[in-house]
């Protein structure tokens, strides 16, 4: 089983960096004439350099949406919310230097996302928790569709689903008879170049489901979405296996971070 991150609320404040400031001492009142003194890390000025540029950020957005922004600057509105006392570009910025785009942000392993400074564990939570919404977003949106007519947006499910898993996952998604999506599994979780596969399992979930058609998909952590002979032969088999039972094999789709490829377009089943 899956161990769940804790939540944000059972985290000890010293791994959050929400709570970073909630044991700074109180300070004395100033007197008149005594000057504040200069921020620093431990004292925050009470107008730091950053809100000024938030409220700017933000205005950006609301008056012209995301093309107005940079990628690291929608980075930082949603790290606003996150670590509301901190500078977060520095942090925005490193977290593309480090995995590449926004993609490769929210579909970071946490391990991984907690490597950058800055980012804690209820953080990199939270970014997970966007990437799973997106991804229920665009499931939703499959939903009860022809699959087949509606192929840009299969592709771009797998994608935001499995582009940056570091291991590789086999998946189906099950059709019914007007080839509409009736549900979405992943079937085996492998290593780093390998997934096993067993053909009568497939056949006998879309029996179970009673599907009339399935599109295969797995991904290549490697990035490289070119379908090895292990894959054209595992597919093969499973479509000999499903059509005398009167299940369609309609395509097998290999997703990579640079791409995809379609076994089918590629004339390999």
Not at 150 to 178: G, N, P
């Amino acid at each position: 089983m899956t161990k769940v991150p804790p939540l944000l609320h059972d985290l000890p404040e010293a791994e959050d960096e929400r709570g970073f400031f909630a044991d700074q001492p109180a300070r004395r009142p100033k007197a008149k004439a005594e000057r504040a003194p200069a921020p620093s890390p431990d004292r925050p000025a009470a107008e730091a350099h950053y809100h000024g540029h938030r409220d700017r950020l933000r205005a950006r957005y609301r008056e012209n949406g995301d093309t107005a922004l940079a990628d690291y600057e929608l980075l930082e509105l949603l790290l606003f919310r996150l670590i509301p006392r901190r500078d977060t570009k520095p942090i925005a910025k490193a977290l593309l230097d480090r995995f590449g785009t926004l993609s490769g942000v929210l579909g970071a392993p946490i391990g991984l996302l907690t490597e950058v400074k800055g980012v804690g564990e209820a953080v990199a939570l939270d970014l997970k928790l966007t990437a799973t919404i997106a991804h229920r977003m665009l499931k939703s949106e499959l939903k009860g569709k022809t699959v087949l007519s509606s192929w840009s947006q299969v592709i771009d499910y797998c994608h935001a689903a499995m582009a940056h898993e570091t291991r590789e996952q086999f998946r189906i998604l099950f059709l019914d008879k007007r080839n509409a999506l009736i549900a979405d599994e992943v079937q085996q979780t492998g290593t780093v170049d390998h997934t096993p596969v067993y053909p009568r399992e497939v056949v006998r979930r879309a029996l179970e489901l009673s599907a009339t058609a399935i599109i295969l998909v797995h991904n290549h952590p490697s990035g490289d979405p070119t379908p090895s002979r292990a894959d054209i032969d595992m597919t093969k088999t499973i479509v000999e296996t499903a059509k005398p039972l009167g299940v369609t094999v309609h395509d097998h789709i290999i997703i990579g971070r640079e791409g995809h490829a379609s076994l089918k377009g590629l004339r390999l089943m």
